[in-house]
């Protein structure tokens, strides 16, 4: 008689091991999502958003929970009912208006690059606050363009007569809409994108209710695609449907227009008008060496261009980003400064706010006897 158990009773054993490790990694991956929730939403909203996930609509159809609204114009906007949001649509206290005189008022205008809540803007707010009354307004839309961007200043910001506004260009901003979002708030992207999110399958809708999932398969889908492109010989942005417009002329024509439209809106106050220019991070392993630099940095050498045509000051953030990044390789490499090729990491965030003081002390944007270290 052999020593071995019954065959069914190793199927049993087998099956209650299987459920038991299906059960710890169930356990673990429910720790992990909620943790990102309350790293991306905030402890209350992490647990009221994962029961609208599970039952409602799904998460990477809707971008970020329910933070956006249908608006005709502007495609989308923050929803104003949500706790973070004034009624402006702006991610900030109610504003005052008229502004007090004795008020200083810094508004930023840009997309997801300063959306980040501890970011170079809060870092800004933080170093400047001390120095006088000022108050520094966060007015970024993750996804907007500069036309958007724009328009929405136009449509809501207007009359809040900011004493400077710093306008921050990303490299995809030049389209006219990169994402939107329809009457249900369903997101509605470019057709790459969209193709990349859709749920057809029981696999692709388990994903979308999860924001760790989601993330991921983004991510993997980025990486991907930059393989691609560099197998190809081919630089990596020339690949991608959201940036290769900025090496494109016909679209700086619209930019400038744009830009008149706001420096005109602001005029009209004697408020002022600075740009800062983020640079991708696939830009900088170039270098300023190669025979293709001026290639490489054509949006920069052409956004820089405009504002000196029109007398704005401009911060171009690459020479700086590319300083660190030339340091040897090893254990002397100096720091990354982006989390995923395009957003800043802490690093980037700490950085970006010591260039930004600097710039707007300098260019004496700021107030005399107000400025960090008078």
């Not at 970020?64 to 989308?76: A, C, K, M, P, R």
């Not at 961007?149 to 260009?169: A, G, I, N, Q, S």
């Not at 000196?308 to 401009?314: E, F, R």
């Not at 990354?336 to 010591?354: P, Q, S």
Request: glycine fraction near 6%; charge should be positive.
């Amino acid at each position: 008689m052999s020593g071995k158990p019954p065959k069914r009773k190793r199927l049993a054993k087998w099956s209650l091991l299987i459920a038991v490790n299906l059960l710890v990694f169930l356990f673990l991956f429910s720790i992990a999502e909620i943790s990102y929730r309350v790293y991306r939403e905030g402890f209350p909203r992490a647990f009221t958003g994962l029961t609208h996930d599970l039952v409602g609509v799904p998460y990477s159809n809707l971008g970020t929970s329910n933070w956006v609204i249908y608006d005709e114009e502007l495609g989308y906007r923050l929803n104003p009912d949500r706790e973070r949001f004034n009624n402006r649509s702006v991610r900030h206290g109610e504003i005052t208006v008229p502004k007090p005189k004795e008020v200083y008022r810094i508004m930023f205008l840009g997309d997801s690059i300063p959306w980040d809540s501890d970011g170079f803007v809060k870092y800004t707010r933080d170093s400047l606050e001390p120095t006088g009354p000022f108050e520094v307004i966060n007015a970024s839309v993750p996804g907007y363009t500069s036309y958007q961007e724009v328009l929405f200043y136009k449509k809501y910001l207007k009359d809040t007569t900011p004493d400077l506004v710093v306008w921050l260009y990303c490299l995809n901003d030049n389209h006219r809409f990169l994402h939107r979002f329809d009457e249900n708030a369903r997101m509605l992207w470019t057709r790459e994108a969209e193709r990349s999110l859709e749920v057809d399958s029981v696999w692709d809708s388990v994903i979308s209710r999860s924001y760790l999932l989601t993330r991921l398969r983004l991510g993997i889908l980025h990486e991907m695609e930059q393989r691609r492109a560099k197998s190809k010989g081919r630089f990596s942005w020339e690949s991608t449907v959201d940036f290769h417009i900025a090496w494109k002329d016909a679209p700086w024509l619209d930019y400038e227009d744009y830009l008149l439209d706001l420096m005109g809106m602001l005029d009209e106050h004697n408020g002022k008008l600075a740009i800062i220019v983020f640079p991708l991070e696939s830009q900088l392993r170039y270098g300023s060496n190669r025979g293709d630099y001026d290639y490489v940095v054509k949006p920069q050498r052409k956004l820089l261009a405009l504002c000196k045509k029109h007398g704005i000051p401009c911060l171009d953030l690459y020479p700086e980003f590319e300083g660190q990044y030339s340091g040897k390789k090893g254990l002397f490499r100096k720091k990354r400064l982006f989390r995923d090729g395009i957003h800043l990491n802490e690093e980037g965030h700490r950085f970006v706010t010591g260039q930004t003081l600097r710039f707007l002390s300098e260019n004496q944007l700021l107030p005399p006897n107000r400025r960090p270290g008078d």
